[in-house]
């Protein structure tokens, strides 16, 4: 069963408007989350990261919501460039000793 | 280059030959993690080490994988007799124990099995 779920494989968005990437988890032991981006042929990169104590934590151009009552989180890129094009990965932390539990990801494509 | 390196970054091997898999975490993370990623999923957890003890395998890591980090620092993952459900890119991440910590990850090695 998939604890962390991201429900949309692709995202087409314009480049300059917001991305806005969505991602549910079934756990409430879960206790931070993270976002990492992937390029083809590369592992993944650490983006950003958000506690179960806060409701949004922002970076520059990237801001994680987080809503625990309803379980899920939220990930802003405004504005949306060509390098953003990725696939992204949300992730999921319960303190224990399995690592991270991922979604499937979900397919950023920035338009020109 | 001081991330985590991963070699070979691609192998191709027939059903029912061995790999084994390096891994060269940042050197001074004490925390190292193998994945599993296959297309259209995430990458699945697979194995843990703390320095050199395993600590944790997967119920995906099956009697035909080994894992090893000798002296605490690089890694091995070993399969043997490969089948065709193997093939799948092996990631490696390392991390600094601590409190919420970040994992980072290696390019992976994608491995097809004929």
């Known amino acids: 069963d998939q604890q962390v779920k991201q429900n949309s494989p692709s995202l087409s968005v314009q480049e300059g408007r917001i991305s806005i990437l969505n991602c549910d988890y079934t756990n409430s032991m879960f206790d931070y989350f993270l976002w990492y981006k992937k390029y083809p042929a590369e592992g993944p990169t650490f983006l950003i990261s958000?506690?179960?104590?806060?409701d949004k934590n922002e970076d520059g151009r990237f801001t994680v919501f987080l809503n625990k009552s309803a379980k899920h989180l939220s990930l802003h890129i405004v504005p949306s460039q060509p390098g953003d094009s990725a696939v992204y990965f949300c992730?999921?932390?319960?303190?224990?000793?399995?690592?991270?539990?991922f979604g499937k990801g979900t397919h950023l494509i920035i338009q020109p | 280059d001081t991330g985590v390196s991963q070699n070979p970054r691609h192998k191709i091997t027939k059903r029912g030959q061995n790999v084994t898999f390096r891994c060269d975490p940042i050197s001074e993370h004490n925390r190292l993690y193998w994945y599993r990623q296959t297309l259209g999923q995430g990458p699945e957890f697979l194995t843990y080490f703390q320095n050199e003890a395993q600590l944790e395998k997967s119920r995906l890591l099956s009697d035909r994988f080994s894992a090893e980090r000798p002296k605490g620092s690089f890694s091995t993952l070993e399969i043997q007799r490969t089948e065709q459900g193997d093939s799948a890119m092996y990631l490696c991440?390392?991390?600094?124990?601590?409190?919420?910590?970040?994992?980072?990850f290696g390019s992976g090695t994608q491995l097809s099995v004929l």
């Open positions: 958000i506690s179960s104590i806060k």
């Open positions: 991440a390392s991390s600094l124990q601590g409190f919420q910590e970040k994992l980072f």
């Open positions: 992730a999921a932390d319960r303190g224990g000793a399995d690592g991270l539990t």
